[in-house]
């Protein structure tokens, strides 16, 4: 077809009807182009492709789909067996993500793409000259030369191909080093005029070699006579009106729209960008040692491995979004295309929410905000990667007033500097056209190293007493973040409904603090008077294994809150026998999720790890000391940090899980009976995508205004106090369990096994041993009985008085390992807490 596209309705036709510029060509060709006027002076029109994903938010799968189709296109071309040999080179910027997926579409192609930012201690294999763009100096960075010496078929990818010229360039230097018999030239849009198209093939000819094109669609612009001139004086008449109303990023046809720019080098910033915006980090967990893109090329390898981890990379950006978020963008960063691609694409897949994607450029382009316009509007930010070029603007088109309601930036880890977060920066840009700015960082891969991470800023210090927590500054640090002013709480029975569905993570919110009675805060102060002594012998025996076996001078670190007191009876021990001025830390681990890494950073940059003993309260079924054994090792795996030892320092061992111990007896460890008024005044902890970011500690709330009910320090001072007359046990005790065989016998897993499916539960994590345990379920979840040991005495005194509050049946129960187990409600429905029959049946 030889159509003019110049309808009303099509976004090139306010330049077409201004400049007289006319599109011919395939009747698709308005579908695919768009029109806009930059501040060029080789060429003032912009074709703007709606199917690229540069200028124009777009779908993530048509953007896809449009490359892999052209690259299913050259597979046929070439034939499978030339295909398999064949290597595909993008050209930067524009064209990054469109020759990845071309070179998908190929299938076995190793891709390459040029670059404008040169990367130390990487050889030049070859440049071109780009001679109609702003910025034409292209450069090949291949980690294996060999990549471009090869004589297979070479596929050059470019968003348009017009005059030739940048093709031409590529090939002449390239095959003056390499000649080869084959070429094949792949654009989403040939718009060559009738003298272009010759020059291709006489070129071929020169060279002695094949060269063959692919294109979506074509077409040619027809321009009239002095249209750059026009275009330059359109142009300049536009920026100046935005200009005098303050430096707007769109003008409507009739005048400005006012929209802040990038501020000037020290110069000073617009009123509404004076602070920065809050940004949710989220970390993509990228696979270690994955190039970011093409820069220094990708193969087929790096494709899977890419693919394989895309799922759950997708997932952790889709957990970071707000619920409410319907249209969300993902933005790119100039030549970083591809990843922030099938990032948006599996986003789309797996999620309801309407997903767009476009990347940020360096191209200026004029933006009216007309419907007969292709670039409507215009952020303005400054460069934020210290480009080899210099300081200057960026842009980011269609994104102001498009109606996101999420946008996730996604940029490389060498573009994530102080720049990116400033005021007036990309972020702060995006921060006032969005209700929510995610940033994901992708590490910048260098050739001759695995990669560039992330620039993790400096870890805070520990939090400490008296601004968070009531214990005193030296008893322990709490290497968490505080969300004390984070409403996070929610009723007991909403929690167990959203967490047995799958709908949430217990970690992700916190129950009601439960207020105690007079009844059972009597109950307590009786409780920690019976045992004081017995906890003071366990503690001091627990201590004492550590300092034998494990470490002269252990760092201890306990993992928030039930082992918090514990941690610092330990430390009170060494001081009080030996004295010792013992470092103690508390650190959040969440089942399922893992210990804080964060945390175990900033202990490895302080301490030896090798002096690290991590410190609960008791075991139960042990899900927590496999959790850490899982979680250390896969930090060693990531981070290449080694020498934590997982095993984990109890006072109570019922289920016969840990090695180092003060008892195996299951009895009420009074700091069992309460919440954060028995633990300092905080909270359990959290982690929720939204708060918590990948340099972010978890997160714990500091609850001050219960400190009329805190017992916190009264708990310890009891049992410190006795101390000095469990002296001579604690030291035959400790004798006693060094000379004994304490290897684990995991009898406490394979009890909860065996109840769990008597009781017809099926889930171990609804089964909950010890007296410890059973507390909890009593005070945090939807308890459905309770399990007695037959016999069993005062230590049961505080659950069975919580059962009655709670009308929770205890059952008494004979051969039980421990004192009394907890099972939570199986088939919870929503106010249900005991056994009556409506959510299950036994």
Not at 281 to 289: N, Y
């Amino acid at each position: 077809m030889n159509n003019a596209v110049n309808d009303g309705d099509w976004s090139g036709s306010w330049v077409a009807e201004r400049l007289g510029v006319q599109l011919e060509g395939d009747d698709e060709l308005r579908d695919v182009l768009g029109l806009a006027l930059r501040r060029n002076p080789k060429r003032a029109h912009l074709l703007v492709s709606n199917v690229l994903g540069k200028h124009v938010p777009q779908s993530p799968s048509v953007v896809y789909d449009a490359g892999f189709t052209l690259g299913r296109r050259v597979r046929e071309l070439l034939g499978a067996d030339e295909a398999a040999r064949a290597v595909v080179l993008g050209y930067a910027e524009t064209a990054t993500g469109l020759g990845h997926s071309v070179a998908d579409g190929i299938g076995l192609a190793p891709y390459l793409h040029s670059t404008r930012r040169p990367v130390a201690g990487v050889a030049r294999a070859g440049g071109f000259e780009e001679s109609h763009s702003h910025a034409t100096s292209h450069l090949l960075l291949p980690e294996d030369p060999a990549l471009l010496a090869g004589d297979g078929p070479l596929v050059l990818v470019d968003d348009e191909f017009s005059t030739g010229n940048t093709v031409l360039n590529t090939v002449r230097d390239l095959h003056a080093r390499h000649p080869r018999r084959r070429y094949v030239v792949v654009a989403l849009v040939d718009m060559r005029s009738a003298a272009d198209a010759g020059r291709l093939a006489d070129f071929a000819a020169e060279i002695g070699a094949r060269v063959d094109l692919v294109a979506s669609a074509s077409g040619t612009v027809r321009l009239p006579e002095g249209v750059l001139e026009k275009g330059q004086e359109l142009v300049a008449r536009f920026e100046a009106e935005s200009a005098a109303v303050g430096g707007p990023s769109a003008v409507s046809p009739s005048g400005p729209v006012a929209q802040s720019p990038a501020p000037a080098p020290g110069g000073p910033l617009p009123d509404d960008s004076r602070t920065a915006p809050h940004v949710t980090r989220v970390d993509l967990r990228w696979p270690h040692g994955l190039p970011d893109g093409g820069r220094h090329g990708f193969t087929p390898e790096h494709r899977t491995r890419l693919e394989g981890a895309l799922p759950a990379m997708a997932a952790g950006l889709a957990e970071a979004l707000p619920a409410q978020a319907r249209r969300v963008l993902v933005l790119g960063f100039e030549e970083l295309m591809y990843a922030p691609l099938r990032l948006a694409r599996e986003l789309e897949r797996t999620t309801d929410a309407e997903v767009r994607y476009s990347t940020t450029t360096r191209s200026p382009v004029l933006a009216v905000d007309d419907p007969g316009y292709a670039i409507r509007t215009r952020l303005v930010f400054p460069a934020h990667d210290d480009p080899a070029d210099g300081p200057g603007e960026r842009y980011a088109y269609n994104v102001a007033g498009a109606g996101f309601d999420a946008v996730v930036a996604v940029v490389d880890s060498t573009a994530d500097t102080p720049e990116l977060h400033a005021p007036g920066g990309l972020l702060a840009r995006l921060a006032a056209h969005t209700p929510r700015v995610l940033l994901a960082v992708v590490p910048s891969y260098v050739p001759g190293s695995r990669s560039v991470p992330e620039r993790p800023p400096m870890l805070p210090e520990p939090l400490r007493g008296p601004d968070f927590s009531s214990y005193a500054p030296d008893e322990v640090g709490w290497l968490l973040q505080d969300l004390s002013a984070v409403t996070l709480e929610a009723p007991t029975e909403e929690r167990e409904e959203a967490i047995q569905s799958g709908g949430a993570h217990y970690a992700e919110s916190l129950p009601v603090e439960y207020q105690p009675s007079e009844q059972y805060q009597a109950l307590f102060h009786s409780a920690l008077e019976e045992s004081a002594a017995r906890l003071a012998q366990a503690a001091g025996a627990v201590t004492e294994l550590v300092l034998a076996e494990r470490s002269p001078r252990p760092v201890l670190v306990s993992l928030a809150r039930a082992g918090t007191p514990v941690g610092i009876l330990m430390r009170r021990w060494a001081q009080f026998r030996h004295g010792l001025e013992l470092p103690h830390y508390a650190v959040s681990i969440v089942r399922g999720r893992g210990i804080d890494a964060n945390a175990l950073r900033f202990l490895a940059a302080h301490h030896d790890p090798r002096d690290v003993v991590f410190v609960d309260g008791w075991t139960g079924k042990g899900a927590i000391t496999r959790e850490l054994t899982a979680a250390i090792e896969e930090f060693a795996a990531s981070d290449g940090i080694t020498g934590f030892d997982p095993e984990i320092a109890v006072l109570a061992d019922p289920g016969s899980c840990v090695r180092t111990y003060g008892t195996r007896e299951d009895y009420l460890i009074p700091s069992a009976c309460l919440n954060s008024t028995v633990s300092g005044l905080i909270s359990r902890t959290v982690l929720r995508a939204d708060l918590v970011g990948p340099h972010d500690y978890h997160g714990a709330k500091f609850y001050r205004e219960l400190a009329d009910a805190d017992v916190s320090v009264a708990f310890l001072d009891a049992v410190s106090a006795r101390f000095p007359e469990v002296a001579d046990a604690v030291d035959a005790t400790a004798k006693e369990l060094l000379a004994a065989d304490r290897e684990p016998t995991w009898e406490g897993w394979a009890a909860v096994e065996r109840i769990s499916e008597e009781y017809g539960i099926h889930d171990v994590n609804l089964v909950k041993p010890g007296v410890g345990e059973t507390t909890r379920v009593l005070l945090r979840r939807v308890p459905w009985k309770i399990l007695a040991r037959a016999g069993a005495g005062a230590d049961l005194d505080h659950v069975r008085l919580l059962a009655e509050q709670r009308g929770v049946p205890v059952e008494e129960v004979t051969e039980l390992p421990y004192t009394c187990v907890g099972l939570i409600h199986p088939k919870y429905t929503r106010g249900a807490t005991g056994a009556d029959g409506r959510a299950v049946n036994v």
